[in-house]
C-alpha cells in the first residue's frame, strides 16, 4: 500500500531517524563486555526474520522518518546471503545511508560483494593490535584475520572505515596509543568507546571504565587534537581532529557525557523485536504481526505509536545516579548486546 512519508518524535521531541537491524544473534567471537556467558540460547533459526521480512519492515520504518540504516549481529557475516538484503536495502526509497557494523574476521572474503550490493561504509570492532590479548578479550585467535579485513575493505575503496574500541582500564587502556598510530598509518577513523554496563552478565564496574577525558589527555600528548563536534546532534561520538590533520578520532562517552537527547535510534532485533534504547529491558514484538498477517497499517501504527511513547533516557539517568553515588549495575535487567547489536 502507499503510504505517506511522516516524521515522528518521542515524549522529549527526539525524531526518529536511524534504524539498526541485528540479522542474526550468531557471532564467532566471545567479546567478554558482550557476550560473556559460557552458556548461551541461540535464537531458534525459524524464528529469526527472513530477509523479505526485514526489508518490509525496514520500507515500513523509512516511511516513519527513519533515513539510515546499519545491519549489525552477532556477527552480520555469518548470515548466508547478506549481500542479497543488502541489495534490497539498497533499492529502497527515501534510505539515505546503509551501513555494516562487523568484527571485522570475515570481511576479506565478503567486502567486495557487500559495496557491490549497497554498503558504503563499514564499523568494525577492533580492541587490541596484540595477539594475546585479542585472544583474552575475544576468546578467539583471528586478529590477522581482522586486520586482512579491515585492509582490504581500505583497498576496495570503502569511505569511512570506522573502527570501535572499547577501552577499559587495567584491561586494555596500554592499547590507546597503538590503536592511534595503527589508524592514523591506514586512513581509519578511530572510535574509543566507554565501557559500559551494556547487558547483564559483563561484571561493569566504574573503576574499570576510562573515561574520556582520560583518553583525550593521553592522545593529546602524544598527538595534538582540536575538537570539530559532533558530525550532527544525534551522533554518538564527538569527533576531534589531529592538529597535523593526518585523520580524525571521536569518542563514544555514554557513561560520563550521555546522549540521551539526541538519540534517533530504533533497534530491531534479529527475531523480530522493536527496542527503543540500548540499555532497554523491554520490547515489542513485530514479528508476529508479521507473521500474523498484520497489514502495513496495522504494523505502522504500532511503530509510530512505540516511538511517539518513547521516554528512555537510560544513560542520562546511570549517571545522575552515579553521581548521587547510588547507582547498582545489577538492578536493571537488559537485553543481551549480543540480542541486540551495537
Not at 533459526?45 to 516513519?64: H, K, Y
Not at 547478506?82 to 565478503?110: F, P, Q, R
Amino acid at each position: 500500500m502507499d503510504v505517506d512519508r511522516v516524521s515522528i518524535k518521542d515524549t522529549l521531541g527526539r525524531e526518529l531517524r536511524d534504524l539498526r537491524i541485528s540479522v542474526t544473534d550468531r557471532c564467532n567471537f566471545r567479546c567478554v563486555y558482550c557476550m560473556p556467558l559460557e552458556q548461551y540460547e541461540w535464537i531458534d533459526r525459524r524464528e529469526i526474520l527472513t530477509f523479505e521480512e526485514i526489508t518490509r519492515l525496514a520500507g515500513l520504518f523509512l516511511q516513519s522518518g527513519v533515513e539510515e540504516i546499519r545491519l549489525t549481529g552477532g556477527e552480520p557475516l555469518l548470515r548466508h546471503g547478506l549481500d542479497t538484503l543488502v541489495s534490497a536495502l539498497a533499492g529502497l526509497g527515501g534510505l539515505k545511508d546503509l551501513s555494516l557494523t562487523t568484527n571485522a574476521s570475515h570481511l576479506k572474503e565478503h567486502a567486495a560483494g557487500l559495496m557491490r550490493a549497497g554498503i558504503g561504509r563499514v564499523n568494525a570492532s577492533l580492541d587490541t593490535l596484540s595477539p594475546a590479548k585479542f585472544r583474552a578479550l575475544t576468546r578467539r585467535d583471528d586478529l590477522a584475520g581482522v586486520l586482512e579485513g579491515l585492509l582490504t575493505a581500505r583497498l576496495l575503496g570503502f569511505d569511512p572505515i570506522k573502527i570501535n574500541s572499547v577501552i577499559q582500564r587495567g584491561v586494555n587502556d596500554d592499547d590507546i596509543l597503538p590503536l592511534v598510530e595503527f589508524s592514523r598509518q591506514n586512513g581509519f577513523w578511530l572510535r574509543f568507546i566507554e565501557f559500559m554496563d551494556v547487558g547483564n552478565s559483563n561484571h561493569w564496574v566504574s573503576e574499570r571504565m576510562m573515561p574520556k577525558g582520560e583518553i583525550l589527555d593521553l592522545i593529546h600528548a602524544r598527538y595534538p587534537l582540536e575538537e570539530a563536534g559532533r558530525t550532527d546532534p544525534s551522533a554518538p561520538a564527538v569527533n576531534y581532529r589531529y592538529a597535523d590533520r593526518k585523520g580524525n578520532i571521536g569518542v563514544i562517552a555514554s557513561v560520563t557525557e550521555p546522549f540521551c537527547a539526541g538519540c534517533t535510534r530504533a533497534r530491531l532485533t534479529a527475531d523480530g523485536k522493536l527496542v527503543l534504547c540500548l540499555f532497554s529491558d523491554r520490547s515489542l514484538d513485530l514479528k508476529r504481526l508479521l507473521r500474523g498477517g498484520a497489514g502495513d497499517r496495522e504494523i505502522l501504527d504500532t511503530i509510530r505509536s512505540a516511538w511517539e511513547a518513547r521516554t528512555d533516557r537510560y544513560s542520562e539517568e546511570r549517571l545522575e545516579a552515579m553521581n548521587a553515588g547510588d547507582y547498582e549495575p545489577g538492578s536493571h535487567r537488559k537485553i543481551e548486546m549480543i540480542r541486540i547489536g551495537g
